[in-house]
């Protein structure tokens, strides 16, 4: 098998580790046998499947990919109080949005909510521009995060792997989504004046009511239980407090507190963290805005995570409402991107093979056109619909480097590769990559659209 120059440096810019990883496969060719790999490749959450290589990262790579999301998702919080001073009609007609929603989702925005949010970045790494930012998903049911955690013990446990990370001889860890997005809240939780005197910091975890009953087998609930546990007694030994998993047809309000019934009794709920698209009854958001219950993410997700604010901040890239600093993190983590309008249209068309048209709304990939790989006659479908629409975006199409991954029954190709990365609140807290054969490639890199997923392990390297 040849490993090219061009694939050994990618590696080696993630990591010694990485790097020696290609030579290990090199010398053991049952890593690319896939019957190897099975623990791993027979599970899979819904569309999403999983990659049996990990991406192996140290701590240098670490730290540039959790600076690059954090600096990204600070300053798309900001943009409804900077850029619009929250003002509704403004916003109504930047996003296109009708006014009820955008009422619901400002709910809250003068209390500094929009900071707190549960997020992910999707970055792509180029070897012409670096880390560059393609999408930032505010929803606290961002997917990757608990599906990697699900299947970290796989990998772990997967002979051939073992032996590689014995041989290579260094601690390999990763930050666990579960526990880093936990940890988060109870810290919030813990630092909100109402809760003060509180003896315990329940959190409740909601899902949209199914068949009578919450998303989420009993083992999955269990494990969640053990892990808030754990994170309650790092915050202090003594500090107490429960998870539930439920929806929120059972959640009351009473005395002006959030509580649900459990055994009979009622229990005070400190923070809820909704997996429901940001549809939160008025009941609940009346308690929010009071301050007696905290609630990630909200309505307010939706509007940070449209497409067109990473327009915004490209279009303000030299605006003096951000500081130098500021100026500089935009020039640096995002591609050129602007809204679509009539006055781009000569250009998109004529500079197609340069570019990726998107809807603002658009999630899993769909919709998304990247020009090099859209014939001419469609991309001026794409572009009419897309002024029609008035809300889609036109990005410069970054490339990424070419990274090897194990594919098909036996064997190994190039692949792309996608970072999400999450940030809770003001920290970076890992990720996961998403790595499709380049043979197959036509320019989105989404688990909908046949990319795989794997976990990432940070290697101490010395």
Not at 31 to 56: M, R
Not at 189 to 210: M, Q, R, S
Request: charged share 25%; net charge neutral.
């Amino acid at each position: 098998m040849n490993i090219t120059t061009e694939i050994y440096t990618a590696h080696r810019e993630l990591s010694r580790c990485s790097a020696a990883f290609l030579d290990f496969v090199q010398e053991n060719p049952a890593c690319l046998d896939a019957a190897n790999f099975k623990g791993v490749l027979s599970t899979y959450f819904g569309y999403v499947k999983f990659h049996p290589w990990p991406t192996f990262i140290d701590e240098k790579t670490r730290e540039k990919i959790n600076t690059a999301a954090v600096n990204v998702h600070r300053l798309i919080t900001s943009i409804p109080g900077r850029l619009f001073a929250n003002d509704l009609d403004k916003i109504m007609e930047y996003y296109r949005l009708p006014q009820s929603a955008v009422k619901l989702m400002l709910r809250g925005t003068e209390q500094g909510r929009p900071w707190d949010v549960l997020s992910r970045g999707d970055f792509i790494y180029s070897p012409s521009a670096g880390f560059k930012c393609l999408e930032f998903n505010m929803t606290s049911n961002v997917g990757g995060g608990w599906q990697a955690d699900e299947l970290e013990p796989f990998y772990f446990n997967t002979p051939i792997l073992a032996r590689f990370f014995k041989e290579f001889g260094a601690k390999m860890s990763r930050t666990g989504f579960s526990a880093s997005l936990l940890a988060h809240v109870v810290d919030r939780a813990a630092l909100h004046p109402p809760f003060e005197n509180d003896e315990e910091i329940n959190t409740a975890v909601v899902y949209p009511k199914t068949g009578g009953s919450t998303a989420g087998s009993t083992s999955v609930v269990s494990r969640l239980n053990e892990i808030y546990q754990a994170v309650l007694r790092q915050k202090n030994p003594d500090q107490k407090g429960s998870l539930e998993v439920t929806d929120f047809f059972r959640l009351q309000v009473k005395n002006g507190c959030m509580v649900t019934n459990v055994a009979g009794e009622d229990k005070k709920i400190h923070v809820i963290v909704e997996k429901c698209n940001g549809l939160v009854p008025a009941t609940v958001m009346d308690v929010v805005d009071a301050g007696k219950v905290l609630l990630f993410n909200g309505p307010i997700g939706h509007l940070m995570s449209s497409k067109l604010n990473l327009a915004l901040l490209s279009e303000h890239e030299e605006s003096d409402l951000f500081s130098p600093k500021e100026r500089e993190t935009i020039k640096t983590y995002i591609p050129w991107t602007r809204k679509l309008d009539a006055g781009l249209e000569d250009f998109v068309l004529a500079h197609r093979e340069r570019l990726v048209l998107k809807p603002g709304d658009g999630i899993g990939g769909y919709g998304v056109a990247p020009g090099r790989n859209t014939p001419p006659a469609q991309w001026k479908q794409f572009v009419k619909k897309a002024l029609e629409d008035r809300n889609w975006v036109v990005q410069e199409y970054v490339p990424s480097y070419l990274y090897l991954y194990q594919d098909g029954e036996k064997g190994a190709v190039e692949h792309h590769m996608v970072w999400g990365v999450f940030v809770f609140g003001s920290r970076g807290c890992g990720g996961f990559t998403r790595v499709l054969p380049a043979k197959h490639h036509k320019g989105v890199i989404n688990a909908s659209q046949g990319a795989r997923l794997n976990i990432i392990l940070e290697v101490a390297e010395s």
